[in-house]
């Protein structure tokens, strides 16, 4: 019995010695084969481009604007689609799979539908926490973020409301979060992303002067607005506008006739500029309520790729000046 | 193409879950007329998450699920109760006042909830796509122990349904055993209308049911012709979806219809040969 395990011990230190001296072979060809690789080709050198997907299309063209050649952006949910509620295709799932980098709006947006899409489709690079994930509101600041975060609380959005593009100087520090991830992932690429980031901000720079001069030029500018759902908030912060009201406070809810009710006398004390109301809506109920308060409706895209049109950040704002100033211009004339 | 088939493989599986009980429990809904019986318990299952998000529950937290469970049950009591042999108000009228007033109920109460319980009526969507291992697990136990439970008691589950005067008469608590019937078709529409929405559990528990009786009579050949129909619709809606690049669980049912057209095309050609 002794002996028998004896001459195991034997065997098996003979084994493990043998294993442990083919495995640093294998190891050490490994690390000479790779160093080699890297040496020969550096990661920028690879000619494919990186496959980014974004959840709504004002991220894909802001992605576009940072990463140039160097990305393939697609987005899952189309300009002209209510990015709250998105049916998913199994294309979806094939494209977030042969993603390398995944960005999201975030602040509960698509909470409805892309935690499921993400894990579904088994690529833990664009998990969230990888690398590969980007929540594009991270540099942004959020607004209407509650004090507590119980729901119980009331009429609270808990992670702030999810609109934050509609701001065009907020372009900035989605364009810094993207260039972050784009980075992390491809480091070798890293001082194209800068440059090309750094370049979008200063054109947005300039682009934001000049919408706030055109806000004033169209008489927007410290207007006082009733929009129909909370989309708006960080557009009337940007060009100093007042939202007096809601159509429909609560998306998906029918307001009730007293709503209603007091928001047409309300609009009726004449100093309601604009009726404004995001496309993906029922325009009947704002229609009638125009109608009656004699207030222009201007039903607006909040997205790129709203129509064909819109296909950069740049064309969305300067669509959204051409819209509005037509609709003071009628306004004005009644 | 071929790359998006390993994203179907998981709901395909579910949909296969789905279709093992909603094909049995379908021949009881079609035999009782009691078609939109699913509608009108996944509806009161959102009813009471509703309900909970007053208490200022958040709709994942655990008692939502069990709030959502109670007014099944609730509905489950009120259809047993209401099913009379005489039948001077049909059963689907009371199912599809308790469907409507239960989904006008919870735009009520999500008028005063606080924002964000909007999404509790996501639930009746479904997103079949999102569907992994974990859901399939899940689906698939909860499905053997009531697949099991009406094996257990299939006489006179299947006699209920088929003959309520005849089960009285042989001294069967018919109203005790059409509750138990409810429950356990509430628990089984409310988790699998979770996953694939309203549509396609309709589409289960109708569509296969119908083609099966236009072929047969027993319950058996019935059952039979009622899977082999989801298993096919199933697939061939997965397929449907990846060609035309578009939702699977609408893809699923338009399938189904086309094979229901198919069958009804068949059916004479059948008869005239038998």
């Given at each position: 019995?002794?002996?028998?395990?004896?001459?195991?011990?034997?065997?098996?230190?003979?084994?493990?010695?043998?294993?442990?001296?083919?495995?640093?072979?294998?190891?050490?060809?490994?690390?000479?084969?790779?160093?080699?690789?890297?040496?020969?080709?550096?990661?920028?050198?690879?000619?494919?481009?990186?496959?980014?997907?974004?959840?709504?299309?004002?991220?894909?063209?802001?992605?576009?604007?940072?990463?140039?050649?160097?990305?393939?952006?697609?987005?899952?949910?189309?300009?002209?689609?209510?990015?709250?509620?998105?049916?998913?295709?199994?294309?979806?799932?094939?494209?977030?799979?042969?993603?390398?980098?995944?960005?999201?709006?975030?602040?509960?947006?698509?909470?409805?539908?892309?935690?499921?899409?993400?894990?579904?489709?088994?690529?833990?690079?664009?998990?969230?926490?990888?690398?590969?994930?980007?929540?594009?509101?991270?540099?942004?600041?959020?607004?209407?973020?509650?004090?507590?975060?119980?729901?119980?609380?009331?009429?609270?959005?808990?992670?702030?409301?999810?609109?934050?593009?509609?701001?065009?100087?907020?372009?900035?520090?989605?364009?810094?979060?993207?260039?972050?991830?784009?980075?992390?992932?491809s480091p070798g690429d890293a001082a194209l992303f800068n440059q090309r980031c750094a370049d979008f901000e200063q054109r947005l720079g300039v682009a934001v002067t000049r919408w706030k001069q055109q806000a004033k030029t169209i008489g927007l500018t410290g207007k006082k607005v009733v929009t129909y759902h909370r989309s708006w908030s960080y557009f009337a912060r940007a060009f100093e506008l007042t939202v007096v009201d809601f159509v429909e406070p609560r998306p998906g809810i029918p307001p009730s006739p007293n709503h209603v009710q007091d928001l047409v006398t309300r609009m009726k004390q004449g100093d309601i500029a604009l009726l404004v109301m995001e496309d993906f809506f029922d325009p009947r109920l704002p229609q009638k309520i125009a109608t009656q308060t004699a207030v222009p409706l201007v039903i607006l895209p909040t997205s790129v790729g709203a129509d064909d049109k819109i296909r950069t950040y740049f064309d969305l704002f300067d669509h959204l000046f051409a819209s509005i100033g037509g609709a003071m211009k009628s306004g004005a004339k009644s | 193409m071929i790359e998006q088939l390993p994203f179907l493989l998981w709901p395909f599986l579910g949909l296969l879950c789905i279709a093992a009980i909603h094909v049995y429990l379908g021949l009881h809904v079609v035999e009782r007329e009691v078609i939109f019986v699913d509608l009108s318990l996944a509806q009161l299952a959102v009813l009471g998450a509703a309900v909970a998000t007053l208490w200022g529950l958040d709709p994942h937290d655990p008692p939502t699920y069990i709030a959502a469970l109670g007014f099944t049950v609730l509905g489950a009591a009120v259809f047993s109760f209401t099913r009379s042999e005489r039948g001077r108000v049909p059963q689907e009228a009371i199912i599809g006042i308790v469907y409507a007033v239960a989904a006008a109920a919870t735009v009520l109460i999500l008028n005063n909830a606080p924002h964000g319980a909007e999404h509790i009526r996501d639930v009746l969507v479904g997103q079949l796509l999102a569907v992994g291992p974990t859901d399939v697990l899940r689906l698939a136990v909860l499905y053997a122990v009531l697949g099991v439970l009406h094996v257990m008691w299939r006489k006179k589950l299947l006699l209920i349904s088929a003959d309520p005067v005849t089960a009285k008469a042989a001294g069967v608590n018919v109203k005790l055993w059409d509750f138990v019937f409810y429950v356990t078709f509430g628990l089984t529409v409310t988790a699998s209308v979770e996953l694939g929405g309203v549509l396609v559990v309709f589409s289960f528990l109708i569509v296969p049911s119908v083609i099966a009786m236009l072929f047969a009579e027993r319950v058996g050949a019935r059952l039979a012709i009622g899977w082999a129909m989801a298993a096919l619709a199933s697939a061939f809606g997965m397929l449907t979806s990846v060609w035309l690049s578009a939702p699977p669980g609408a893809s699923v049912v338009c399938v189904f219809g086309a094979l229901l057209i198919l069958a009804g095309i068949a059916r004479p050609l059948v008869a005239r040969r038998a």
């Open positions: 019995m002794h002996k028998t395990t004896q001459h195991l011990i034997r065997i098996l230190a003979r084994f493990a010695r043998a294993s442990a001296f083919g495995f640093a072979i294998a190891l050490g060809a490994t690390l000479i084969a790779n160093t080699n690789a890297a040496l020969i080709r550096p990661a920028h050198a690879e000619s494919k481009p990186l496959s980014v997907v974004t959840t709504t299309e004002d991220l894909a063209a802001i992605a576009r604007e940072v990463g140039g050649d160097r990305v393939r952006v697609t987005s899952l949910c189309k300009g002209y689609q209510d990015p709250h509620f998105v049916d998913a295709k199994p294309s979806f799932m094939v494209q977030l799979k042969n993603a390398a980098l995944f960005v999201e709006v975030g602040r509960d947006l698509e909470v409805g539908w892309a935690p499921g899409l993400l894990n579904g489709a088994r690529n833990p690079r664009i998990l969230p926490g990888a690398p590969g994930f980007v929540d594009a509101s991270s540099q942004v600041q959020v607004i209407e973020v509650p004090a507590s975060v119980s729901r119980a609380q009331g009429d609270v959005h808990p992670f702030g409301n999810p609109h934050y593009w509609l701001d065009p100087a907020n372009g900035a520090p989605i364009a810094r979060s993207i260039r972050d991830g784009l980075v992390r992932v | -």
